[in-house]
């Protein structure tokens, strides 16, 4: 086996976002020994960028209780949630923004003190009634105080963390126990052997796939794609939220809080055109109803601009002081990117991704799960994961807003509660298979040698990915540009083996990284293309031009994507833990 | 690797944040001026990023000033290559 320096803990976590550190603290807490490894510093996570909030319904402001935050989470699932999740997820929501507070998540307030809770797209009261306000936000900057104070908390709580190392494969041993992964000091090249007795994966999503989004250039869908190497198939990544207030041309994302204080979106002639998709919730219809609407609006000739390829954002009725008051960011963004002020013009507008609702599949408790002859759900051992990677599925074919924030520190914690009893039945640490770490090593050592020959550039081939998923993946498919773009991907994952990089050094090696990230872009993007093409339906935020409807008979399933097997699928649970399921129905708001 | 490459590749990395706004900005502005840095500029940038990405963020969309004049003059200069570049595209 190769030499290398060797660090053993109980417990790996990958990832230090929100999903992460809610772990890390939960177990660091019950005394067992944990590492957090992250590729950017913690506070760098990308839980950083959420604004908007996160939902529990603790009527505050309007009536509400869980049982309608379930109805409404199934519904904008279009179905494809698994119920037993979700119900757990929205029982516990209360308890989970308390327990954010008591670490220090300073919750916007009302004037009796309590916290103050904000009405999102897909909220309703009574089961699909009236507008209900479900959202809790420390201001603007939710994300930013949920992450600054879990880390404060881990520091107090000893958490280990591997700050700017970067993961690189997961390790197991030969009867299929996860026992750690390989990763490397992105400082020196030098990589680190942890062994652990449980690993999780927190590594957030891969927006990055697409050449429009609100993500950071670190969600490269990592996680995801060593699960994928691992044998671990990729679950309904078909399902890619793309938020309907991107900035056209930039991605960056207007906060639906936008237009939870009333502004509305405006085609080329000026009309309110939400009004004819969503007659009742207008401008607040769930985001895959936007989206498809804005869509819609430029493909039938309706957009804005010289090119036609956009529709516009108006808030300037709210007036400035309203702009100012509640939505501080928005204003300066739109100033410094664009050039243009909100309070006075529309913005320009146009569906960019946002969220990844596939990923690694895990039951309620945060245990990785895959098929095993008949049996759809066999627990991996050792492997867990949590947040924006993993498929719950709570989000199903669509999350809702403010439902993310929720499933991170839900999950994050559930999957450490397991861990826990995990570690008290599993004491030592098993042999690692030498194979596992000689492959994972492989992969890295690839990029060390000189460079020979004339391979193509990562950035070139980075790009003509995200190219392809943009013009064959995104808001609107069918099969002639799916089975196109499935073609091309795969010709790119071909022209990737030949791929150079022209920096061998150890010290901050960033094209190695880069290379890294973009080999796991490719897991993704094939998962994602390959699922789409297979789904022959609409469901959520999967939209078929050839296949308008969605089909329950023959698709109310979720679909799993392996490298070695290509498609399989699995039943939805549709059965929750307390109460009765809520059947499929048509989705209208 | 020499060693202004070796710092250059330490900034750009951590020019990588959670947020894409950031990316956007201070990868653009990193780009735009690598070959013409001074060893003070690189020493002021490195400095900047010191700050975490929300306080980042405010300082960038002009929200807030730091209290250090040398920092927000690179600010501006930040704002000053986003908006040419926007212009360019
Ligand atoms: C602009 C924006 C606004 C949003 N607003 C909201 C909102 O208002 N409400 C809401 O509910 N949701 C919102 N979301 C969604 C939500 O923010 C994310 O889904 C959530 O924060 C993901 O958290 P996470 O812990 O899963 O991952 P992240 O916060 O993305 O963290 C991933 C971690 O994994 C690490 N990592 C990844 N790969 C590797 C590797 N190879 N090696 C080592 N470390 C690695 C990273 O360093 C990072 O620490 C928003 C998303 C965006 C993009």
Known sequence: MPDLPRRQFDSLIIGAGG?????????????????????????????VAAQGGMNAALANVLPDNWHWHMFDTVKGSDYLGDQDAIEYMCRAAPQAVYELEHFGVPFSRMDNGTIYQRPFGGQSQNFGGDQAARTCAAADRTGHAILHSLYQQNIRAKTHFFDEYFAVDLLKDQQGYVLGALAFDIHNGEPVVIEAKTTLLATGGAGQIFRTTTNALINTGDGMSMALRAGVPLQDMEFFQFH??????????????????????????????????????????????????????VREGRGCGPNKDHVMLKLDHLGEDVIQKRLPGIRQ????????????????????????????????HGQVVVPVKDTPEEPVPGLYAAGECACVSVHGANRLGGNSLLDIVV????????????????????????????????????????????????????????????????????????????????????????ARIDDSSAVFNTARVEALELENLFGVAL?????????????GAHSRIDYTERDDMNWMRHSLYSLETGMDYKPVRTKPISVESFPPKARVY | MSSAGIEFAELKWRCRRGMLELDILLNTYLEKH????????????????????????????????????????????????????????
């Not at chain 1, 999903?19 to 020994?33: K, P, T």
């Not at chain 2, 300082?59 to 040398?70: D, F, H, I, Q, T």
Request: glycine content about 6%.
């Open chain 1, 527 to 539: 998962a994602t293309i390959h699922s789409a093409h297979a789904r022959k339906e609409s469901r």
């Open chain 1, 19 to 47: 999903g992460g550190l809610r772990a890390a603290l939960q177990l660091s807490n019950a005394e067992a020994s944990v590492a957090v490894v992250s590729k950017v510093f913690p506070t760098r996570s990308h839980t």
């Open chain 2, 34 to 89: 690598r070959e013409t840095m001074s060893q003070h500029q690189r020493a002021v940038f490195s400095e900047m990023l010191e700050y975490p990405d929300q306080v980042l963020l405010d300082l960038l969309l002009s929200n807030m000033r730091s209290s250090k004049a040398e920092i927000n003059s690179l600010i501006t200069e930040i704002q000053r290559a986003q908006v040419s570049t926007a212009s360019e595209t």
């Open chain 1, 333 to 364: 963004t739109c100033i410094t990117f664009l050039g243009i002020d909100p309070a006075e013009t529309p913005i320009p507008i146009f569906p960019t991704a946002h969220y990844t609702m596939g990923g690694i599949p895990t039951n309620r």
């Open chain 1, 411 to 498: 999950f994050g914690r559930a999957a450490a509660n397991h861990i826990i009893e995990y570690l008290a039945d599993n004491r030592y640490h098993r042999r690692l298979d030498a194979g596992s770490l000689e492959s994972a090593l492989q992969r890295v050592q690839r990029w060390d040698s000189k460079p020979t020959g004339d391979g193509e550039s990562i950035a070139v081939l980075r790009d003509e990915l995200k190219a392809v998923m943009e013009n064959h993946c995104s808001v609107f498919r069918n099969e002639d540009v799916l089975t196109e773009g499935v073609a091309k991907v795969e010709q790119l994952v071909e022209r990737f083996k030949y």
């Open chain 1, 244 to 297: 309907p207030t991107g900035i056209a041309g930039r991605g960056m994302l207007i906060t639906e809080g936008a237009r939870g204080e009333g502004g509305y979106l405006i085609n080329a002639d000026g009309e309110r055109m939400m009004e004819r998709y969503a007659p009742k919730a207008k401008d607040l219809a769930s985001r895959d109803v936007v989206s498809r609407a804005i869509a819609t609006e």
